[in-house]
């Protein structure tokens, strides 16, 4: 029933890039949870696209940069 | 493991609704069938008020995140409370067939308990795994 999403993110690799920032800190800029942010990171969450934008203007990076879809 | 808010929430509707029903037939099964009023108006009240302590005691435990959600946790609230659902119909439906055939009150009112306490346990359940798991892609 469960299907795992085939988006994928380099979410992880940003944050590091961007000074090791936190879950945490990248939650409160958003304005999500910790847990929605370790669930994006994993895959087990596709947030709004509106949350994707504000992901990606947090890295200062355009949206494909974050998400990534596979071709067919 | 990190567990939000809402997710301790529905632990606790887990662990309150199988106690609650536990305790019932615990009870039930002492008492005999003719005490089952105000044995099952008591764990009805009782589970609500576990309930609430539950959650302020969730509130308690970590005041930083108490009620704090986001887009996710109403996504899979959603979708708990849709899976949940569908037992109360069948609860109802089944009430309406037991009173089509003049079954004793006491089916009637134990059939639409055990609906709700199936929403509620099938309900979590659903709940936890969508957090766990992810929710499902339509």
Redesign the interface.
């Known amino acids: 029933?469960?299907?795992?999403?085939r988006v994928t993110n380099s979410i992880r690799a940003l944050r590091f890039g961007a000074g090791e920032m936190t879950q945490a800190e990248l939650a409160d800029r958003v304005?999500?949870?910790?847990?929605?942010i370790?669930?994006i990171e994993q895959?087990?969450?596709?947030?709004?696209l509106e949350?994707a934008f504000q992901l990606a203007r947090v890295f200062g990076v355009p949206l494909d940069d974050v998400f990534q879809y596979p071709e067919e | 493991m990190?567990?939000?808010f809402d997710?301790k929430v529905a632990w606790a509707y887990l662990v309150v609704a199988v106690l609650g029903y536990a305790v019932y037939l615990i009870l039930l099964g002492v008492n005999g069938p003719g005490a089952y009023v105000p044995l099952l108006i008591g764990t009805v009240v009782g589970s609500i008020v576990a309930n609430i302590l539950a959650r302020i005691g969730i509130s308690i435990s970590n005041p930083r995140?108490a009620d704090?959600?986001?887009?996710?946790?109403r996504e899979i609230k959603v979708f708990g409370e849709r899976v949940g659902q569908a037992f109360v119909v069948i609860g109802a439906l089944a009430a309406l067939v037991l009173a089509l055939f003049e079954t004793p009150w006491f089916w009637i009112a134990n059939a639409v308990y055990l609906a709700f306490v199936l929403s509620a346990v099938v309900g979590s359940i659903a709940t936890l795994?969508?957090?766990?798991?992810?929710?499902?892609?339509w």
């Open positions: 029933m469960v299907k795992p999403t304005g999500v949870t910790r847990q929605t370790i669930a895959g087990r969450y596709s947030p709004s949350t | 990190s567990v939000s997710e995140e704090k959600r986001d887009q996710r946790d795994v969508a957090y766990r798991k992810g929710l499902p892609a």
